[in-house]
């Protein structure tokens, strides 16, 4: 949960309440292979506008043994939900795409 006032600078007089959180759970289905699911969730347009953001994700990781190195591949879906009119769930995603897929290689020291 976050609390948000803008000052007179921004131009901005209003204040706003936001909320988000994500949940996440991996599974080693060998040694150095892991199956991994997360869900993300984060109400963007403040508590006083409807419209929700929710974005599944599944993956693999695989644990490149004795150098602390981790492949990651992740497709995650962006969906938007609970708004009043179709422009605005076409406008609440910041230029995002639907469907994406990662592949990265993390370096953990």
Same mark, same amino acid.
């Given at each position: 949960?976050?609390?948000?006032?803008?000052?007179? +600078?921004?131009?901005?007089?209003?204040?706003?309440?936001?909320?988000?959180?994500?949940?996440?759970?991996?599974?080693?289905?060998?040694?150095?292979?892991?199956?991994?699911?997360?869900?993300?969730?984060?109400? +963007?347009?403040?508590? /006083?506008?409807?419209?929700?953001?929710?974005?599944?994700?599944?993956?693999?990781?695989?644990?490149?043994?004795?150098?602390?190195?981790?492949?990651?591949?992740?497709?995650?879906?962006?969906? +938007?939900?609970?708004?009043?009119?179709?422009?605005? +769930?076409?406008?609440?995603?910041?230029?995002?795409?639907?469907? /994406?897929?990662?592949?990265?290689?993390?370096?953990?020291?």
């Amino acid at each position: 949960m976050m609390h948000i006032a803008f000052t007179d +600078r921004q131009k901005i007089d209003d204040t706003f309440n936001y909320f988000g959180g994500y949940a996440q759970a991996g599974y080693f289905v060998a040694n150095q292979w892991q199956v991994a699911a997360r869900y993300d969730f984060m109400d +963007r347009n403040a508590t /006083s506008e409807d419209g929700i953001i929710n974005m599944p994700a599944f993956g693999f990781n695989y644990f490149i043994k004795d150098t602390n190195l981790k492949l990651q591949a992740m497709y995650q879906y962006m969906g +938007r939900k609970g708004h009043k009119t179709q422009l605005d +769930r076409d406008n609440d995603d910041l230029g995002h795409a639907t469907h /994406s897929v990662t592949v990265m290689l993390q370096y953990a020291f």
